[in-house]
């Protein structure tokens, strides 16, 4: 045995002694390399683990070719509550063997054809690059346990007809989670040449992970995902008759709580309505036009970088019914002319579009906005604002005093990208329209290639930060993070601590995770 395999035995016996009451079967089956054809045998893990896999029996596992990774995890229904690990540095294999060392499959048995059932109670598989397609879908059809509980798929550049060999088989036998995962760099505009992948109706499923860097996809027409309670869809390109809006509304998905849906194309009006919905996240939906919500029990939303299309200059439409609302992040598009807000008692924490300091009427018309939705709600416990600094070039004015009015909040969230610049007339000025707050967190965002800005740069202006009281009597708690130690940090610090005379805790956090508590 070379040095590579006697390392690897070693390493298998410290795994062994030290995990005797974290393992629940002895029987770890493993493949060493990847070339060919390997044998694999099993034995015992350690001198700990048990006197009843002395005998060596031999599986083995073919060379794959084809650009895919694959790992799936069939935890049986009828493992008893035990558990089996493998190790992920090369195909693997566990089983559990508890019962009659026939559940093992002879050395005749490959994936190519298997219909033993001594498959039936494999556990775990691990595939490196390059699986067959036609060789998922034969271990997907030949394991014959109750439920496929956990199947997690890793592609390179997969197309349509790759996914469709397995995927309807996956979606008959799955009833836990499904995450499929497409990476490479195939071509964006050129998705819908390569053709279509028709999802299948995952009646079992309870999670669906879709991440398919841009292939596209066809919803199914019917059927209901009965016990689906979260779906993720990431860099898909819808098609087909069948919208989006049909297939996440209660009647198709009566037990959806969570939705997320992020860089998907083709998707330019939305509507949902869901009476089981908690949690909705719509993140760069650049084409998206027109969106309708009618949740009675969604509590928290997040639309992120949508109605961003610079190709449409239409006014967005946008109507949220959510009465249970707790958190509200609305870093999008707002008019109260064409945004809509239903009412909103239980809300409880507001993030708005990022604010900048300076700059011309453009970005003033932008700030606008973003102040109109903050000023939509008179009463908030927290308020998230977002400041940032553009780059100056000289016809710049500060933008900060537009601001007259904030909710009444109890805690404020600042962020603050300063990109070198001074950020204590910014950040005084919000203060001074929050000055009843009991918790301020300071979140410094800095990269790491910023440069102090030259002396007699325009953040240098207004100073009457500099030398003007403000009383902060409720503030009892702040919380700065992102601290570098530059003069322009340190000279607020100094001020906040002259403002809050109330102060009974102070956190810092530096950006080289050093933290200092003073009480």
Not at 119 to 131: I, K, S
Not at 162 to 168: D, Q
Not at 287 to 306: H, W, Y
Not at 488 to 514: D, G, I, N, Q
């Amino acid at each position: 045995m070379g040095t590579m395999g006697r390392m690897e035995d070693e390493e298998l016996g410290r795994r062994g002694t030290r995990s005797q009451r974290g393992w629940g079967s002895p029987d770890l089956v493993e493949v060493a390399g990847y070339g060919g054809w390997r044998s694999i045998s099993t034995g015992r893990l350690g001198p700990q683990m048990g006197d009843g896999c002395r005998e060596t029996k031999t599986l083995l596992l073919p060379r794959w070719y084809d650009l895919l990774l694959l790992f799936f995890s069939f935890l049986c229904a009828d493992t008893g509550g035990r558990s089996c690990f493998a190790r992920a540095d090369g195909p693997a294999a566990v089983l559990d063997r508890s019962d009659d060392s026939s559940s093992f499959p002879s050395g005749g048995d490959t994936f190519r054809g298997t219909e033993s059932h001594r498959w039936r109670r494999l556990l775990q598989l691990h595939f490196p690059v390059g699986t067959d397609p036609d060789r998922i879908r034969a271990a997907l059809t030949a394991h014959d346990a109750p439920a496929l509980r956990h199947l997690f798929v890793a592609g390179i550049e997969v197309t349509p007809e790759i996914a469709a060999a397995w995927l309807p088989i996956a979606a008959r036998r799955l009833s836990g989670v499904l995450h499929f995962k497409n990476t490479g760099a195939m071509n964006e505009a050129t998705a819908g040449e390569r053709g279509t992948l028709k999802l299948p109706c995952f009646e079992k499923a309870t999670k669906v992970v879709l991440d398919l860097h841009s292939i596209g996809l066809t919803l199914p027409p019917s059927g209901v995902f009965t016990r689906l309670t979260d779906l993720e869809l990431v860099r898909i390109h819808l098609h087909g008759p069948c919208s989006l809006s049909d297939v996440v509304s209660s009647s198709r998905c009566p037990s959806l709580r969570r939705l997320s849906v992020c860089s998907v194309r083709g998707l330019d009006n939305f509507t949902i309505q869901s009476e089981s919905l908690l949690q909705l996240e719509l993140r760069n939906l650049h084409t998206l036009q027109q969106l309708s919500i009618v949740a009675l029990s969604l509590q928290k939303l997040k639309v992120f970088l949508c109605f961003t299309d610079p190709l449409n200059q239409s006014q967005p439409v946008a109507n949220i019914s959510a009465p249970q609302l707790v958190t509200l992040d609305w870093r999008g598009a707002y008019d109260p002319r064409s945004v809509l807000f239903g009412e909103m008692p239980n809300l409880q924490q507001l993030t708005t579009n990022p604010l900048c300091v300076y700059g011309g009427d453009t970005v003033s018309a932008r700030n606008h906005h973003s102040l109109m939705l903050s000023q939509h709600f008179h009463h908030i416990s927290k308020l998230i604002l977002i400041l940032f600094y553009l780059p100056v070039h000289g016809n710049e004015r500060f933008l900060m005093e537009e601001m007259t009015k904030l909710p009444n909040i109890t805690v404020l969230g600042l962020f603050v990208l300063a990109c070198g610049h001074s950020f204590g007339a910014s950040s005084f000025h919000v203060l001074k329209m929050s000055s009843g707050i009991r918790q301020l967190t300071l979140q410094l965002v800095t990269r790491r290639d910023s440069k102090v800005c030259q002396p007699g740069c325009i953040c240098a202006e207004p100073s009457n930060w500099e030398t003007e009281d403000l009383v902060l009597p409720c503030l009892k708690e702040v919380a700065i993070n992102g601290l570098r130690g530059t003069e322009h940090e340190l000279a607020l610090v100094k001020r906040l601590f002259k403002w809050a005379t109330m102060l009974e805790r102070v956190t810092f956090s530096m950006v080289y995770f050093c933290e200092t508590e003073l009480r």
